[in-house]
């Protein structure tokens, strides 16, 4: 397999040849010598790696997760029914089939056989529907809203189970690709000693130091992964040190570095940086809907007209972020709206919606908070400065970052928020552009947009429910309170020994699944 | 003597038991909850609920309290609201490493810091003194992590002598873990030397002035057997406290160094637990931050004691 093959459909992929061809571009010193990701994979070695998200008071309980750590360390022992694959389609992981009856309501899964857990215990039917089950119903489960469309769950056989939807939704598989949503064996409670079907086991948990895991005995039930004989998973929040430590060699892996420095870092001659361009955070401000003075559509133009984005990027992301089309889709997902065109920058157009809105005098207040993300503030001063340009007053204040989601975020009437990229474009609109949604933070509600949404999910025909999903973000585009600037690139550090990392649409760190997918040349 | 000891101990668990309705008080002010904290823009109505029950937080703020503070007294401090852990399980190692630093620190400096001092006064207003107190000065004005990173690019990075990331683990043996965990110690010594020194210098010159020291050097003792043998021991009472101070300095104010050397302490425990509101683990380690603190001072109220009889006098 020729690794420049790889260059995949939207070409907004960016695999390391690419990264270096960009870096060569920006100036930046780059080796070609490990682009080849093609060699055999060969067993063995401890992969250390060095990550931020997470804290002392993770949990192994994956209803709990909701940062990098605890993800990473989910995949590392818990397997999904299904994962996301390189071009963006769900594959099936513990599920090795599945079909839609017509209409999309009733799903047949068909679960892999022969898979064992830790214990020993061989994965059935039941493991599964009880596994699914932690999400539905009363549950602190953060995949709970994922799983509202489920209204029945049915076993069949010892490994098939019928999934039964309120309403038609083709896109159930990729829901099933949430990291909350771990198959673990029936009746499974006591979280300190997790049984799972993943390639490891666990040794140490130490929240907020390290968790150790080393590879089980006999052979993993996927034959092309697994290859290191233990993880070893640091914490390490400071960005600086993350760097250091992986350039004087005690880690091999680190990620989310800094968009300022990370020039600097691909000069280290033992380390590869790898770009996953646009499907990181997706960073915006939100306006409620039903609030003033953010009721006047032309209001809201002059807000997404009014923001120098591609200037953002540059200056605060240090060019490793995609431009933001005022919604949640990214253009790495499949059902991107291509032809929505791109809202450029024109202060003119902002004026010209602001005096047609007819509210000279209003007060535009955007409350923004490092809390909400990191360089909020800097993206908040450069929209002041552009919306100068057309005239307008913009008030940036600056709020405390402790408790900013539940104080300001949903509650101030402008304010900053990032959004997480999820399994498909589907769920990306269904969790804050629905009427019903609990976090509709722009309060936007159009019957003819849940109408839409809801038609496409039932929709088995691609190229008609493409249409319907890009109809849908037109509207949000056209008519939305969200102002979505940028998204951002993810970007992993690698020794140059660590093989098998290629950059993945949907998470960074190969999905978070690194520690199955990698492998030391 | 006896008494004194007893009276100053009852006093310390009240301070403690002062400082736990204290810090309660105030997890209680902060926005939000642990529910909402671990959840965080996940959350919805429904499984704030959910969560909120499971973890008895329906139930009123002081009767929480009360349920803590009777555990406490029977040696339990409870499990972790956010991931259900025996939290004396959590801490107990964390705090033998945090005491592994301060210590280590405290080995290079304080016999450095005291040193230099009395050399410092010895020397008054010549080179050595001079060089002492800027150099000291110096240290203690930049920002900790500055000092750590200074140290990080020449150590870890030009020379690669000792490690950037010093997380020790319970299977490490002392020497290991001295060698790791030098550049955090290194970077605590040089934050705490220059208060220290100071105090000593100035403590004991000011002694210096008084009209017995004059007469010893009238007898024709030498300037530094004055220092020594005359001035010190009256000098003894601040230099203690000041010292006892910065030991407690050492425990409890390090969590900026432990996050830049990756340092698995008491700080950054505390530090995720305020973030995500776990009201046990919050009070676990207020309550052993105080203890430290107030041990530290009685000792060292003891020791100026010691050294200084006029003090042991009630008035």
Redesign the interface.
């Known amino acids: 397999m020729d690794h420049s093959n790889d260059k995949r459909g939207s070409g907004l992929i960016v695999d390391r040849r690419e990264l270096m061809a960009g870096a060569a571009a920006l100036g930046l010193g780059f080796s070609a010598s490990s682009a080849r990701a093609a060699d055999a994979p060969k067993k063995g070695g401890t992969l250390r790696l060095g990550m931020e998200g997470g804290s002392a008071s993770d949990s192994l309980d994956p209803r709990t997760y909701a940062d990098s750590i605890p993800i990473s360390y989910g995949w590392q022992l818990w397997n999904g029914l299904v994962e996301i694959g390189p071009d963006n389609n769900p594959v099936g992981e513990l599920a090795e089939s599945w079909e839609a009856k017509p209409g999309a309501k009733e799903w047949v899964f068909n679960i892999r056989k022969g898979v064992p857990f830790t214990s020993g215990k061989i994965l059935d039917a039941d493991d599964v529907i009880y596994s699914l089950n932690m999400h539905r119903g009363e549950t602190k489960s953060g995949a709970k809203d994922l799983m509202a469309g489920i209204s029945d769950i049915k076993k069949l056989g010892s490994h098939q189970i019928l999934i039964t939807l309120s309403s038609g939704d083709a896109g159930l598989p990729s829901i099933f690709a949430d990291y909350h949503i771990l198959i673990v064996p029936n009746n499974f409670t006591d979280w300190s000693k997790p049984d799972g079907t993943g390639a490891f086991e666990l040794v140490t948990f130490e929240p907020g130091v390290r968790v150790v895991t080393k590879r089980k005995k006999g052979d993993y039930w996927k034959k092309d992964r697994g290859h290191f004989d233990g993880v070893e998973l640091r914490y390490i929040p400071d960005a600086a040190a993350r760097v250091q430590a992986l350039i004087s060699g005690q880690i091999d892996a680190a990620n989310r570095l800094d968009a300022k420095t990370v020039s600097l870092v691909m000069k280290a001659p033992t380390v590869n940086v790898v770009r996953t361009k646009g499907t990181g955070n997706r960073f915006a401000w939100v306006a409620l809907c039903d609030t003033d003075p953010y009721q006047s559509n032309d209001m809201r133009l002059a807000l997404k007209y009014g923001i120098d984005r591609q200037k953002i990027i540059d200056n605060v992301y240090k060019g490793f972020a995609t431009l933001g089309n005022d919604t949640t889709v990214a253009p790495s997902q499949k059902y991107f709206a291509k032809d929505v065109p791109q809202r450029p920058y024109d202060p003119d157009k902002a004026a010209f919606h602001f005096k047609k809105a007819g509210m000279a005098d209003a007060k535009i207040e955007l409350q923004v908070s490092e809390g909400a993300f990191s360089g909020a503030t800097d993206c908040a001063v450069l929209y002041q400065e552009a919306m100068k340009k057309a005239g307008i007053t913009l008030d940036v204040k600056r709020v405390s970052g402790d408790g900013y989601w539940s104080n300001v975020w949903l509650k101030a009437p402008f304010c900053a928020v990032y959004w997480g990229g999820r399994p498909s474009a589907d769920n990306q609109l269904a969790q804050t552009f629905l009427s019903n949604a609990n976090w509709n933070d722009t309060h936007w509600r159009r019957p003819e947009f849940d109408k839409r949404l809801l038609e496409a999910r039932a929709e088995l025909d691609d190229a008609k429910r493409g249409q319907l999903y890009a109809e849908c973000q037109k509207m949000i585009s056209e008519d939305g309170g969200m102002v979505c600037f940028a998204i951002g690139d993810y970007l992993d550090g690698y020794s140059k020994k660590v093989m098998g990392a290629a950059p993945h649409p949907h998470y960074d760190m190969c999905d978070q699944r690194v520690a199955e997918k990698g492998w030391f040349a | 003597m006896l008494r004194l000891i007893a009276t100053r101990f009852a006093l310390g668990l009240l301070t403690l038991l002062a400082v736990s309705v204290l810090i309660f008080i105030c997890t209680q002010i902060?926005?939000?909850d642990v529910?909402?904290a671990?959840?965080?823009?996940?959350?919805?109505?429904?499984?704030?609920k959910?969560?909120r029950a499971?973890l008895g937080l329906d139930k009123p703020a002081y009767l929480r309290y009360l349920q803590w503070l009777l555990g406490v007294l029977h040696g339990d401090f409870g499990k972790?609201l956010?991931?259900?852990?025996v939290i004396i399980d959590?801490l107990a190692p964390r705090f033998i490493n945090t005491l592994f630093l301060a210590s280590y620190a405290a080995v290079i400096a304080v016999p450095l810091a005291v040193g230099l001092g009395i050399l410092s006064a010895i020397r008054e207003g010549r080179l050595t003194d001079r060089l002492a107190n800027i150099l000291t000065l110096i240290a203690i004005s930049v920002p900790e992590f500055f000092v750590a990173?200074i140290l990080?690019i020449v150590f870890?990075?030009k020379l690669?002598w000792f490690?950037?990331?010093a997380?020790v683990?319970s299977d490490m043996g002392l020497g290991m873990r001295t060698y790791v965990a030098f550049l955090p110690a290194l970077t605590l010594t040089l934050v705490v030397m220059a208060h220290m020194l100071r105090m000593t210098r100035n403590s004991v010159l000011s002694i210096m002035s008084t009209p017995y020291i004059e007469m010893a050097f009238l007898k024709g003792l030498t300037r530094s057997r004055v220092v020594a043998w005359h001035a010190l021991p009256n000098a003894l009472g601040p230099i203690v406290s000041v010292v006892a101070l910065n030991l407690a300095y050492l425990v409890v104010g390090v969590v900026v160094v432990e996050?830049?050397?990756?340092y698995?302490g008491v700080g950054?425990?505390m530090v995720?637990?305020v973030?995500?509101r776990?009201v046990p683990?919050i009070q676990a380690c207020g309550l052993v931050f105080a203890a430290v603190f107030v041990t530290l001072n009685t000792v060292a109220d003891i020791l100026a004691m010691l050294a200084n009889p006029r003090l042991r006098r009630r008035r």
Do not use: H, M, W
Request: charged share 15%; aromatic share 8%; proline share 8%.
């Open positions: 902060l926005p939000g529910a909402s671990v959840l965080g823009q996940q959350a919805t109505p429904e499984s704030l959910v969560f499971e972790s956010t991931n259900g852990r959590e990173y990080i870890a990075i690669a490690p950037s990331l997380t683990d996050n830049v050397f990756v698995p950054q425990y995720d637990a973030a995500k776990d683990v």
